[in-house]
């Protein structure tokens, strides 16, 4: 095991997945936004120069063409950058590559990556803000992954690469500069594979992306107070590993939903429904949800970390549940 930040462990997944599947390609690079890490990335570009390309700021065009290339053989991975970009794409990714191996009646693979980094990165207003899983969630053809540790990262890209079907890699700017073990060699995290990243005992969150690492500080306050709070992170949405969800509430009895989307109809109102649905008589306690305001997202930091789902909320949250 070695200790690197996420930043590195992406980058070095990239390296591996360029090295050792000749059918890989990348379009864009700016996976690591603004971040100084970004001379990780020139690096790759000059090992692998025939590789890596930036297309015009088309988004509709370059998906179109990684979508037509996957379909003849190549797996490439495409760069979108902010999230909110992706609906300049939304035709090509939601309306051909979900659909295309259905309606080829298997005859059509399309093993591209798309990665969007979402969220509230501080300052991105209205227009660079958004968290558009759960509107991915809602396209059935496509798979969906949030890691949320440098091991996760690395693990579920290369696992991304190697599938037929079309991936959606929801990244977060904030995450970069995290440290945490990253095993040796080559390995790869299958999809739909929970994990708890800490044990408790009196409630559960389950939270995506950024919001594991607010979790986990959260439940570090929290146990200060005697409460024990088990962290769950799904890695993936789809597919979703419900029986690892409904176990952890089986054995807390309480159910806390921390995800960045917006309260309507997002991932945290989807997880809910699902445990409401079938873990019901294991409940000891409503069920509660931590998520972004149903406003557009103000430019003003103040107001952005208002309308946010910060740690104090997170406790708050587990408090209630408690009560």
Sequence with gaps: MREISYAEAMVEALREILRDEPRSQIIGSYFLGLSPRRVLLDKLRQDFPTRMFDPPIAELGFCGMAIGAAMTGLRPIVDITT????????????????????????????????????????????QHSHSPQAMLWNTPGLE?????????????????????NPTIFVDHARLF????????????????????????????IVATSLMVSRSLAAAEALAREGIEVEVVDPRTLVPLDEAAILASVRKTGRLVVVDECHFRCGVAGEIA?????????????????????????????????????????????VRAALA
Excluded: C
């Design 83 to 126: 999230a909110s970009f992706i609906f300049q794409a939304w035709p090509q990714i939601v309306n051909e590559a979900a659909n295309a191996r259905y309606m080829s009646g298997g005859q059509f693979a399309v093993p591209a990556v798309f990665h969007i980094l979402h969220g509230l990165r501080g300052g991105g207003a209205a």
């Design 144 to 164: 969906i992954m949030l890691p949320a540790s440098p091991a996760d990262v690395k693990g579920l890209l290369k696992t991304a690469v190697g599938s037929d």
């Design 177 to 204: 500069e995290l440290k945490g073990p990253v095993p040796e060699g080559d390995f790869r995290i299958p999809f739909g594979v929970a994990e708890v990243k800490r044990p408790g005992r009196d409630v559960t």
């Design 273 to 317: 429904a699902m445990v409401a649905e079938k873990g019901f008589r294991d409940l000891k306690a409503p069920i509660r949800r931590v998520a972004t305001a149903d406003v557009p997202v103000p430019f003003n930091l103040g107001q952005e970390t208002f309308i946010a789902p910060t740690q104090d909320k997170i406790e708050a949250a």
